[in-house]
């Protein structure tokens, strides 16, 4: 069992920055770790994502070269750094994970894998 819990989101002016946390209860190793995004009216789009295994990172395109996704295994905590935030990344961020997996190749390979956990969501707000 794996509990999830966000925090760090906020409201921010375009072009600045946050970090959002997601402190994990029980054991994430070997784990798929995912941020996701969900806007009103829009489809939940997953972010990021790391490989506990291996610490392999994904990124979508969206977010790539902006946010960067990192895991502290002595706190047993993922976050999502954001920078350069746009209008269009408000909105409700959601960590998610997905495992044990072994010996997965990348953190892309956690892509379409369906999460089993999920956190309850912090909102983040750009404003232009």
């Known amino acids: 069992q794996v509990q999830l819990v966000e925090s760090g989101g906020g409201s921010v002016q375009a072009g600045g920055s946050l970090r959002l946390s997601c402190a994990a209860s029980?054991?994430?190793?070997?784990?798929?770790m995912g941020w996701f995004r969900q806007a009103p009216g829009k489809e939940r789009e997953e972010v990021a994502i790391?490989?506990?295994?291996?610490?392999?990172?994904y990124y979508a395109d969206s977010v790539n070269g902006r946010f960067t996704i990192s895991q502290d295994n002595a706190k047993n905590t993922l976050y999502l750094q954001m920078n350069s935030l746009k209008p269009e990344d408000t909105a409700m961020y959601y960590c998610?994970?997905?495992?044990?997996?072994?010996?997965?190749?990348?953190?892309?390979?956690?892509?379409?894998?369906?999460?089993?956990?999920w956190g309850q969501g912090t909102q983040v707000t750009v404003s232009s």
């Open positions: 029980g054991d994430i190793t070997k784990h798929c």
């Open positions: 790391i490989y506990t295994g291996s610490s392999s990172t």
């Open positions: 998610a994970a997905r495992g044990p997996f072994y010996g997965l190749p990348s953190a892309a390979s956690c892509y379409h894998l369906r999460p089993r956990y």
